[in-house]
């Protein structure tokens, strides 16, 4: 059990922490949430010694194995496969002491050594190391490769995995996903189910915290408050408290409306999206909680985009790559309204694709084809290195619209949080998280009728993020998105496209049943002693195609009932638009108007039944679909 009394914590003359008193448990999964900025990281610090509180004292924490993800890298002559074993300095000094001694011929020794082995369970660490590498999306190659050879992201998974090898009885990790892609954030979510120990993580993924943590630890106004329950439980009790300040009642209001009008809308498009149904279910719950950001310091909305040509971009027999295609004969075409998400493991050629999108590839072979008035907004990681960091954040956006008033822009970045001194100063000093809120600022700024995003979600923290969530549902032009933050994902696009084994297809199901096909493959894959290229891929497609055969009648009855919502919703469209003929009102056309609302009463009614039918189809179409790839 680890107690903190009374702590208090300032960095220079910001106060952090006062007075927090908090118990943790063995073995609880813990996750540490707040602002940017708030202290999460120096708690992290305070727990590992690295910082000492101004008042208060810790107990517990003595003779306890802690291990933590660092954030950065050392350089290291090593390859990532012994980088991950060096995780556990035990058995990497028995590793070491064993090939010594077998080298200078002292066998006694070595025959100690070898005890030794056994007793720390040493005889299967490279074993586990493989599987680490080969969960985390290293290639099989990766794994002799020498850890000065990869860039940032991946010396960051790096420090993950050997993290993740180091023996613990507590496990700090900070911002653990926030370089996996979606396959690589599912095989760490049932990693850490399995974890024994006690962890407590900082994530701002709500879905990965409701995976793997039983508690969340807010931090806010300085003070550390426990939530029983998972993210979702959080929000929840954190909007009821909320709900009843009586201060926060206006603007809660405003936020419920808001969502509101976006639920109404996309009911009304509910017949042309195969995700709607989970779609819908995580917008209602957005209603619940919408108390709980109540307090947000974030309020943006995207500009409404300049006229758009139909198609804005397209893609035809396209062969995208570098010296080698990567994803071939790609048939891509972008109009307005169009709004894709981008599924498919680290490597299979998403960025590829996105970067084709926007110009920055040139194709291999085809054609791309740009609309006549196609202004792109694209936003990737490698935004934040082309930030001018002598500037301040105001500069930054003046320079893209000189001709914008000084009040629109101060206006439009307060809606980022820069406000004050914190639009004029340079942004050197900023945080990863606030480089982020500038560089998509600076995206949203620009009014794209095309917005191409390559993990946005980096670095934001909760309100961040759901501010995004909020602008990009309501956002007019098209969109295609990369994206580990499924409730981000599931929030905000009407289609979904699978990049696999160099082709990009439409992807008929939902978020859901990719992430049980990428657990159920996970699952399926043995780890191999050399890391060598896996079989069994006709194994899968004659079961892929057995189940398929078995969803296509339910498939079918949903085809039906869609078709048949589609021309009830067009029989009323018709009907109301005869309706909102001011002649049909005179006194002489009354059994017109008569028989007219008794044709609409029928309809709404025959449209309500088709709805509720749809949607009692889509739910045991996904309660089949995950007995199979569960069974």
Known sequence: MIILRNISLRRGAKVLLREVDLTIQPRQHLALTGANGCGKSSLFALLLGELGADAGD??????????????????????????????NPEIAGIRNDLAAAEASGDFEH??????????????????????????LGFAPGDHARGVNSFSGGWRIRLNLGRALMAPSDLLLLDEPTNHLDLDATLWLEQWLKAYPGTLM???????????????????????????????????????????NQQASYEKQQRRIAEIDAF??????????????????????????????????????????????????????????????????????????????GL???????????????????????????????????????????????????????????????????????????????????????????????????????????????????????MEMRHALTLALQSYEGAMILVTHDRHLLRNTVDGLLLVHDGRVSEYQDDVSTYEQWVLKQQRDVPATANGAERGG??????????????????????????????RTESELASLNERLADTGLYDSERKTELDELLREQGRLRQEADTLEHDWLALQQELEELEAELATG
């Open 110 to 135: 070595s025959a100690a050594l070898h005890q030794a082995m056994d007793a720390a369970g040493g005889y299967d660490i490279e074993r586990r190391a493989q599987r680490m590498l080969d969960g």
């Open 58 to 87: 810790i107990d517990g924490l003595e003779g306890m194995q802690i291990a933590a993800m660092a954030q950065e890298i050392a350089p290291s002559e090593a390859t990532a496969l012994e980088f991950l074993i060096e995780g």
């Open 263 to 340: 639920v109404r809308r996309f009911r009304y498009k509910a017949t042309k999206a195969r995700q709607a149904q989970s779609r819908l279910k995580e917008l209602e719950r957005m209603q619940a909680i919408a108390p709980a950001h109540v307090d947000s310091p974030f309020s943006f909305s995207f500009l409404q985009p300049a006229r758009a040509s139909d198609p804005i971009l397209s893609l035809s027999e396209a062969n995208l790559g570098y010296d080698q295609p990567v994803l071939e004969g790609v048939e891509l075409t972008l109009r307005p309204g169009s709004r894709l």
């Open 537 to 566: 891929r006709k194994a899968q497609r004659q079961a892929a195609a057995r189940q398929r055969e078995q969803l296509r009648p339910l498939k079918k009855k949903i085809d039906q009932t869609e078709t048949a919502m589609e």
């Open 201 to 243: 993580l900082i994530s701002h993924d709500r879905e990965f915290i409701d995976a793997t943590c039983d508690q969340v630890l807010h931090v806010e106004h300085q003070r550390v408050r426990a939530y029983k329950g998972n993210y979702s439980a959080f929000e929840k009790q954190r909007a009821e408290r909320l709900a």
């Open 343 to 461: 599924l498919g493991r680290n490597g299979a050629g998403k960025s590829t694709l996105l970067k084709s999108l926007t110009g920055d590839l040139q194709l291999l072979e085809g054609s791309r084809t740009e609309g006549a008035h196609c202004a792109v907004g694209y936003f990737d990681q490698h935004q934040l290195e082309a930030l001018d960091l002598g500037a301040s954040a105001f500069t930054h956006l003046q320079r893209l619209r000189p001709e914008a008033r000084e009040q629109e822009v101060l206006d439009f970045l307060g809606g980022f949080d820069f406000r004050g001194d914190e639009a004029s100063v340079p942004i050197a000093p900023f945080s990863g998280g606030e480089k982020t809120r500038l560089a998509l600022a600076m995206v949203v700024w620009q009014r794209p009728n095309l917005l191409v995003m390559d993990e946005p979600t980096n670095h934001l923290d």
